[in-house]
């Protein structure tokens, strides 16, 4: 599909080890494609709109561990979407991909939290709950909250 194209064209077939991106931004879509390293896993990163997304610690491991055959680099898919009524937050989806076949990297069972922030010039609205939602989606295509929350800042 298209995924699988955009990662072909842009890091140069499965078996290239180079670190690459491919970012495409529109009105309504930012998508970036980006190739890391697993062993030296970056911390934090931005994305478009002043989202920054932290990973906890050995994160890089993780998802060396989960990939089959275990890698050395992960494809991370990531789609802004600004938001648009009634949303109130820009949309963010991530995901992680096998460079060699492309399949989805599964994430189970982490011991400390993954962190999406978003800029202090677009506060949260109150309560928590009735405005902002966060999910994963499922390996049945579902989406899901479960082992998710928001921190309340305030």
Known sequence: GLLASIQAASMGGPNNRTFHSLTYRSARLHLEVRRLPTADFPMALSLAGGVIVRFP?????????????????????????PAMAPMVTDLVSLSFRDPATGAEVPIADLASPMEIAWPADRPLKSPLAMWHRCAFMTPSAAWSPEGTWLADLA
């Open 57 to 81: 610690p050995a994160f890089g491991a993780l998802l060396a561990a989960a990939a089959a055959p275990p890698g050395r680099t992960v494809d991370l898919v990531a789609m802004v979407l």
